[in-house]
């Protein structure tokens, strides 16, 4: 039988090694898995995390070996490639740092010695090299020994278990399809069990691919987040009664299908997937998570009543997309082809496809395969960018033909664009409130395509803005506020909830993430659009509006709790909830009761003198909160801005006249502010020369990014201070204000 123990434990450690060791090194550092060298350098900000070659080495005795005939090691992730050497062979390299590969250890001996080199490097050929994220670097995922006989199921093929299971249900029937690879010809037993481990049917079968089918009149259904029923197909190699070898997979029985007009259906019916996107990595420890960590994550999205989540933008641990069976999360799987398309890493995309599907197959929970994330960032796509997608999305459908593929493509690239047209179903990562525009245009622009486009299956898959612990009364885009991004939130689901042909919507984020190369908001590091900060210890209060309108467990919430101390006459205070009335009390006086409108936000005004204690009360359900009349705003809610600190009494502003308060789109709507935008495109490429930006085909490269015309339409919502003071620090004060002045010369129109 098969034999698996983890070897975590116990591992060395070196950055400054710079070769594979011949013998344990044991000065080297006191490591046990997972592991990353960025956990602390990959999310202070400056985008200077360490990224190189590092080594771990791990003794292992004869003795240390499971009990079997052949031996293998699983790696469930190394990032971003890694090469592996046993007793001072190198028995192959793995690019791509997030998916399972495994390797055959042969020639062991009484002492043995496992290398790793594990390396994050900057390339050309491995995704992702340019993404809003950290790339941490290490074994930052568990690390097995497999023993077997010499007959068993295959473990050489791209880390897939050796088992697969095809469901295909209709009218409550399921035909189940299930196959087994082995190393060598053998008799398989095939059984489907229950929930409970009751054996439901089964059968036998010979060969090294070896089939067996079942069909289960009254099949349990997988049916979301209600009742996401699971089976158990089981394989076992026979020879004389004997069970030589075992795999099991656990698999849901459904259907689902996509509208162009009512959106997503989920065995039969309509089922609109509301959700968010999650990164996996944590304060101190990067990505190096337990299980604990996936299960505190899906136990939030689910808390907030979510029915599907993107895994963005790669491969995660297997630990959550069975956590994702188990609570009934309808997820988007893809790999990490994301921002900017490389010639020489097509390879790459297509082996990192292959892993995420062979290893992903079995799970009910995934619906369809993504392709790309934001791939025409740099501007429009060229032939190979476009032939590489073609040769992805046939892979896909060569390897699963019971899923569709999809996309997320960025707000710059045009419907029109021969990169939409190729995935099955399409969403767009849209920024209309934040990154330019206003929060209002997701509806309208959705209404356009859907009319221009009546029959694709389009989805929202990134919409978000950024807070943190800044407050106050007048939220405004790009202040960075609690209050805004829950103003924005309440919006956004206004809209959505009136586009039924929306087949998921996708908030970024769920959490709070490292991303190394951000300097804004006030804490360098982080993308800071979560619904809940990065700790997971404070729930933002847009996450509650989420709650209020997708979750079914009752509760009041009072907004704004971190902002007590308030200058203003009068406040008003916004409460969610999913019940049909809110009282609001002051000091134990009701104020008003208001029953609940089209949307579960309530909204009211209370008169704000000394101290006042607010209480939210429905029923049996409550929320407490505190204000104070103050004279003065209180500095410590107002963002705390690095490099460029402005007041706004600082910025001229003579009449008729353009400043750095006017938008990018009102600037270069005139012909001497389109010339303005050509200097001041110079002057950027020259702030950002030291981080080896350019002046390639065509256009001002910063930080890999082409800045043409595409790019300058996403920004003209933005107001010229902002955009300059979300550079990373590249600009300061004196700097925006002499642009103030350069501007100041041009006449409005």
């Known amino acids: 039988m098969r034999n698996t123990i983890n070897i975590n434990c116990g591992w060395l450690f070196s950055k400054e090694a710079k070769s594979v060791p011949a013998n344990l090194n044991k000065d080297w550092e006191k490591v046990d898995l997972p592991h990353t060298w960025n956990g602390t350098d990959g999310q202070d900000g400056g985008n200077d ?32 490639s890694a090469e592996i050497f046993f007793n001072g062979e190198k028995l192959c390299t793995h690019h791509g740092g997030y998916s399972a590969f495994r390797v055959k250890l042969d020639h062991i001996q009484t002492e043995n010695l496992l290398v790793v080199a594990a390396d994050n490097s900057p390339n050309d050929f491995v995704y992702p090299q340019q993404a809003d994220f950290t790339f941490y670097g290490g074994i930052y995922r568990g690390v097995k020994l497999i023993g ?47 929930a409970d481990g009751n054996s439901v049917c089964s059968d036998t079968a010979f060969g090294t691919s070896a089939q067996a089918r079942f069909v289960l ?108 069976d188990a609570y009934g999360l309808i997820v988007w799987a893809e790999i990490p ?19 995420l599907i062979y290893q992903n197959y079995n799970h009910p929970c995934i619906v369809t395969w993504g392709l790309s994330n934001e791939i025409t960032m740099g501007g429009v796509a060229d032939k190979d960018l476009i032939d590489n997608h073609r040769v992805l999305n046939d892979l896909v459908h060569s390897l699963d033909k019971t899923r569709p593929t999809t996309m997320a493509v960025v707000t710059m690239c045009s419907p029109d664009e021969e990169i939409t047209k190729i995935s099955d179903i399409l969403s767009y990562n849209h920024y209309f409130g934040w990154y330019g525009g206003n929060v209002d245009m997701y509806g309208p622009w959705f209404d356009e395509y859907h009319k221009k486009f009546p029959k694709r299956v389009i989805g929202i898959s990134e ?117 049909p009335y809110v009282e609001l009390y002051a000091n134990g006086v009701l104020v008003e009761r208001q029953e609940k409108g089209e949307y579960p936000f309530f909204k009211f005004n209370v008169k704000n003198a000394g101290e006042t204690q607010l209480s939210a009360k429905s029923g049996d359900y409550s929320d407490e909160s505190l204000i104070r009349k103050v004279d003065t705003f209180n500095e410590k809610y107002r963002m705390k801005e690095e490099g460029a600190v402005i007041n706004w009494f600082e910025i001229s502003t003579p009449p008729g006249r353009y400043s750095v308060n006017d938008t990018i789109g009102d600037i270069i709507s005139t012909f001497k502010g389109k010339l303005f935008a050509v200097k001041l495109l110079s002057m950027i490429a020259k702030a950002f020369s030291a ?59």
């Not at 197909?233 to 099991?248: F, H």
């Not at 997503?264 to 996996?280: K, M, T």
């Not at 080896?692 to 990014?705: E, L």
Request: proline share 3%; glycine share 8%; net charge negative.
């Open 691 to 749: 981080s080896g930006s350019d002046k390639k085909q065509g256009g001002v490269n910063i930080a890999g990014f082409k800045i043409n015309k595409t790019m300058i339409g996403i920004a003209k919502g933005f107001t010229l201070k902002r955009a300059l003071m979300m550079m990373g620090g590249k600009f300061t004060k004196e700097d925006i204000l002499k642009i103030n002045a350069m501007l100041n010369k041009i006449k409005k129109k």
């Open 217 to 324: 009149e009254n099949a349990h259904l997988w049916d979301g987040v209600k009742d996401p029923y699971l089976y158990t197909a089981r394989a076992q190699i026979i020879e004389k009664d004997t069970v030589l070898d075992e795999v099991s997979c656990k698999f849901g029985c459904r259907s689902f299908s996509f509208d162009a007009d009512k959106g997503f259906f989920l065995n039969g019916r309509e089922y609109p997937l509301r959700g968010v996107s999650r990164h996996q990595d944590r304060p101190g420890i990067g990505n190096a998570l337990n299980y604990e960590h996936h299960k505190e994550d899906i136990e939030l999205i689910c808390e907030m009543g979510a029915n599907t989540v993107r895994l963005a933008h790669y491969q995660h641990s297997q630990d959550f997309y069975d956590l994702c």
């Open 463 to 579: 919409y978000g803005c950024e807070a943190l612990d800044w407050h106050t009364s007048e939220p405004e885009q790009g202040d960075y506020t609690e209050e805004y991004q829950s103003y924005y939130h309440e919006e956004l689901i206004k809209q959505i909830s009136k586009r039924p042909y929306l087949w998921a919507t996708h908030v970024w984020n769920m959490f709070d993430f490292a991303a190394d190369a951000r300097a804004e908001g006030g804490e360098n590091g982080m993308n800071h659009k979560g619904l809940v900060t990065f700790d997971r210890k404070y729930k933002k209060d847009s996450f509650y509006a989420y709650k209020a309108w997708l979750s079914d467990d009752p509760f009041v919430h009072i907004c704004s709790k971190r902002y007590v101390e308030r200058v203003e006459d009068k406040t008003q205070v916004t409460v969610y909830s999913n019940l």
């Open 148 to 194: 077997v006989p010499a007959t068993h199921f295959d473990l050489d093929y791209f880390g897939a278990p050796g088992i697969s299971v095809t469901p295909i249900v209709s009218a409550g029937k399921a035909d189940i399809t299930v196959n087994a690879y082995l190393s060598q010809e053998a008799k398989v037993k095939f059984e489907i069990l229950d």
């Open 337 to 355: 082809y994301i921002s900017r398309h490389m010639p020489n890493g097509r390879e790459n995309t297509i082996s990192q496809m292959k892993e």
């Open 49 to 80: 995390y360490y990224r190189g070659k590092c080594y771990y080495a791990k003794e292992l005795k004869s003795e240390d070996f499971p009990a079997g005939e052949e031996y293998y090691i699983q790696f469930d992730a190394v990032n971003s």
